[in-house]
């Protein structure tokens, strides 16, 4: 069985004295995660424990609705990513990114501004045996990428000049987002919704355990 990585289970643990990292099957896929252990997440917080929460999040080492409900659909419709050249922006724990490289990508590169998530898409890649590259900066890309992925990053309402700039390092944006439902730009088609939850499960409202999903493709010039 593999180990839980030093450095994340150390940053965690800096956080959360008794969190651990634990190698957790996800529902409807054939993909692992190495996510912060349930038992932990059901219990009072001290007002210390919820100060450097808020602080500085672990979101890395939870599976969010969003890019759950992105693995099940390139489960799916693989033809999404096959052969493709893809950008998971925001990566996170790097689900959505994984599930296009196990889906047949010709490249994935995990984007994310924090160490830690990058450092976290590179354990769960291992996890799961797919190669990924890794990236700190969407900006410093060149824009080659036939597909950006996006998967809770619109949570932030300043975030949604980013759908403009998706489409300036890829062809085509698949966005898929738990809290907004509408996302009010001309570029973007709504494609529908799934039902997705977030793990460790968080008992969200229900409203926020289904996922929008919208599509963009650039103009040609």
């Known amino acids: 069985m593999p180990q839980a990585p030093q450095r994340l289970q150390a940053a965690l643990s800096e956080l959360l004295g008794d969190a651990r990292l634990v190698n957790s099957a996800l529902p409807g896929c ?24 808020l602080e500085d999040p672990p979101y890395w080492c939870f599976c969010w609705a969003s890019g759950l409900a992105l693995a099940h659909l390139l489960a799916e419709q693989p033809e999404w990513v096959r052969g493709k050249r893809v950008l998971d922006f925001g990566a996170g724990s790097g689900i959505a990114g994984i599930a296009a490289a196990r889906a047949g990508a010709l490249e994935v590169v995990a984007c994310d501004l924090d160490p830690l998530a990058v450092q976290a898409c590179r354990a769960n890649a291992q996890l799961n045996d797919v190669p990924l590259g890794y990236s700190a900066d969407f900006f410093t890309e060149a824009d080659r990428f036939d597909l950006i992925l996006v998967a809770d990053v619109l949570y932030d309402r300043a975030n949604l000049p980013l759908l403009d700039q998706f489409l300036s390092r890829g062809r085509q944006a698949l966005v898929a987002d738990s809290r907004v439902r509408n996302v009010d730009h001309p570029a973007y088609n709504f494609l529908g919704q799934r039902e997705a939850l977030t793990l460790p499960d968080l008992a969200e409202p229900h409203e926020f355990r289904r996922v929008s999903l919208y599509h963009a493709s650039r103009q040609p010039l």
């Open 30 to 53: 054939d993909l692992r995660l190495w996510l912060i252990d349930a038992l932990n997440m059901d219990r009072a917080f001290s007002p210390d424990e919820t100060r450097r929460i």
